[in-house]
């Protein structure tokens, strides 16, 4: 199902709160604030124009990286999604900041 994951699911979601299934079953409310596309990275033959979500928790997290779950509107729920969290870099160092690459 990955393979069908495109930039356009994310659209209605950029900006907006959705919640993120962590490995350990739990779930993490999230705000997607960035989307990204990679053109540059398309592999020849390739219909799929790469692309990057990045988003923060809403909430203090120790997740770090890792196989996830999330709704998407028109697929619905997307499983192993890996999911990295990347520095705060001078943002609020008390929620998580994290990206997903879609090649």
Same mark, same amino acid.
């Not at 697929?75 to 990206?99: H, K, N």
């Given at each position: 199902m990955?393979?069908q994951?495109?930039?356009?699911?994310?659209?209605?979601l950029?900006?907006?709160?959705?919640?993120?299934?962590?490995?350990? +079953?739990s779930?993490?409310?999230?705000? #997607?604030d960035?989307?990204?596309q990679k053109?540059?990275?398309?592999? @020849?033959n390739?219909?799929r124009v790469p692309f990057g979500?990045?988003?923060?928790s809403?909430?203090?997290t120790?997740?770090?990286d890792?196989?996830c779950?999330l709704e998407l509107p +028109?697929?619905?729920?997307v499983?192993? #999604?890996?999911?990295s969290?990347v520095?705060a870099?001078?943002?609020? @160092?008390?929620?998580g900041?994290?990206?997903?690459?879609?090649?």
């Amino acid at each position: 199902m990955l393979e069908q994951v495109q930039d356009q699911h994310f659209q209605t979601l950029l900006g907006q709160t959705t919640t993120l299934r962590l490995p350990d +079953g739990s779930e993490l409310p999230i705000h #997607i604030d960035s989307l990204e596309q990679k053109p540059r990275s398309q592999l @020849p033959n390739s219909e799929r124009v790469p692309f990057g979500v990045g988003f923060n928790s809403l909430e203090p997290t120790e997740f770090v990286d890792g196989l996830c779950a999330l709704e998407l509107p +028109g697929l619905g729920a997307v499983q192993d #999604i890996f999911v990295s969290r990347v520095p705060a870099m001078g943002r609020d @160092p008390a929620v998580g900041y994290f990206y997903i690459a879609f090649n």
